[in-house]
């Protein structure tokens, strides 16, 4: 049995998959734009001034120049809507503004493996749509799929994640131990906390966990997926903070 973490945002458990298939991903529409250019991989800019954000994916290097060609010269529609601490447009951008415009620039982009699916989606059927169209270019080994650096580091070997410090990283292993010190919960997956990998939880988040279904005192010997950027703390070790759990 397996349980997929979002960590630093959501932790997403084996009955949230079947919830996420149940729902579409249907974001309300912000409305048409044009845009002016693609600012990288996950950023565009209009033509009236505004950044917009491509909300749920991680890119690579590879992603700014196929995102480019993939919206040249093609009307947009924004949908989904919000805005980071940097005040950007954070949305969903579908190309075209017919009926035919039925897949996102995301959803493109992780089909054909020029990027990843973000730690954080926030709507439950578009996060299954982009898992979905990840998984389909990993089992064809597309784009960065075949790279073996964008593989999954395995939890039994810290170094290996250590290596991907201040980068965005999927991590999966089995769960030794879950402590709680300090008013902090220690989701561990080795014995030598100063040395192995770790994901830390904060007590006070623990009943927001609990109310999205994830108890995190459970979770000792279950495999688990984290997504998340990797930090050094003694081991390596990603924080998972409460945003959006389905389960």
Not at 49 to 78: C, F, H, K, M, N
Not at 218 to 238: D, F, S
Request: proline residues 3%.
């Amino acid at each position: 049995m397996r349980v997929a973490v979002a960590a630093a945002v959501v932790l997403t458990g084996l009955c949230a998959a079947r919830a996420e298939v149940e729902a579409s991903c249907s974001p309300e529409t912000i409305g048409p734009a044009t845009m002016r250019a693609v600012v990288d991989g996950r950023a565009l800019l209009l033509t009236d001034g505004r950044e917009v954000r491509l909300a749920g994916i991680e890119v690579t290097p590879e992603s700014r120049p196929a995102l480019d060609a993939y919206l040249a010269s093609r009307e947009i529609v924004l949908k989904g809507g919000g805005t980071d601490r940097h005040g950007r447009l954070v949305a969903y951008v579908f190309a075209g503004t017919g009926p035919s415009a039925q897949s996102s620039a995301q959803h493109w982009l992780l089909s054909q493996g020029l990027a990843r699916v973000a730690a954080r989606v926030g709507d439950a059927g578009c996060a299954a749509e982009l898992r979905a169209a990840e998984e389909t270019a990993r089992n064809r080994h597309l784009g960065l799929w075949g790279n073996p650096h964008y593989l999954n580091r395995q939890a039994g070997n810290p170094a290996d994640i250590s290596a991907e410090r201040g980068r965005f990283t999927v991590v999966e292993g089995k769960v030794l131990s879950v402590r709680e010190s300090g008013g902090v919960i220690y989701v561990n997956f080795g014995r030598r906390w100063s040395e192995d990998f770790t994901v830390t939880v904060l007590k006070r988040s623990e009943r927001a966990f609990a109310a999205a279904g994830v108890e995190l005192k459970k979770l000792a010997g279950r495999n688990v997926t984290i997504r998340g950027y990797i930090e050094e703390r003694c081991g390596p070790w990603i924080e998972a903070k409460i945003g959006r759990a389905h389960v």
